[in-house]
């Protein structure tokens, strides 16, 4: 993203409309989702978490029975389990994790966010729909000055957010516990997404993504 495209993107919305019309193929997705499940929440889900966030978690985008099902980042789906008990552990969270939107859980000194707010088919947002969402992020940011550091969950939302704030991915590849430095921004802490896929599989164990944890925490002190 250039810098003139970053400078208008903190000067717009930080959440899109129930009805953002930007991507044809999510409008699409979107609508056949509202016909098929109708009290699902079927539209760009928005950030969750406290006003003054010091940590900023970005998510690739809503899973289909997850977030998109219950309006509220990583909730409803395998995901959320691993995320919310970690946030829980290190201090950033308040209440019980239940899975639903009304469970009353809350977040203390973090929210959560996704590079991409509508739900994809197949979990796989195109690279144009990844870089039409991206204004949303850029003003997320803006709008939260107190954001001290942003952990990215895999690596397209590692791409995604170095891309916003005006860095190259190739210049500042993807790893499982490396941490980033762009200018003008805080610092971006990576982790392999908690997707049920990598924790089965091990390539992401709990310890592994409390160590990300344990980083951010240090850093923040």
Known sequence: ????????????????????????????????????APDWFNAPVPTFGDPDARLLIVGLAPGLKGANRTGRPFTGDYAGDL?????????????TYAAS??????????AIVNAVRCVPPQNKPLPAEIRTCLPFLVATLDARPRIEAILVLGKIAHDATIAGFGGRPAHHKFAHGARHQLDGTPPIYDSYHCSRYNTNTGRLTAAMFESVFSRIVADLR
């Not at 717009?12 to 999510?26: I, N």
């Open 1 to 36: 993203m250039s810098a003139a495209a970053r400078d208008a993107a903190r000067a717009g919305p930080t959440e899109p409309d129930r009805d953002c019309p930007r991507c044809p193929r999510l409008v699409a997705f979107r609508q056949a989702n509202r016909a098929a």
């Open 83 to 95: 995320l919310y008990a970690t946030l829980d552990k290190f201090g950033f969270s308040r209440g």
């Open 101 to 110: 939107p009304d469970d009353g859980l809350e977040l203390v000194g973090a």
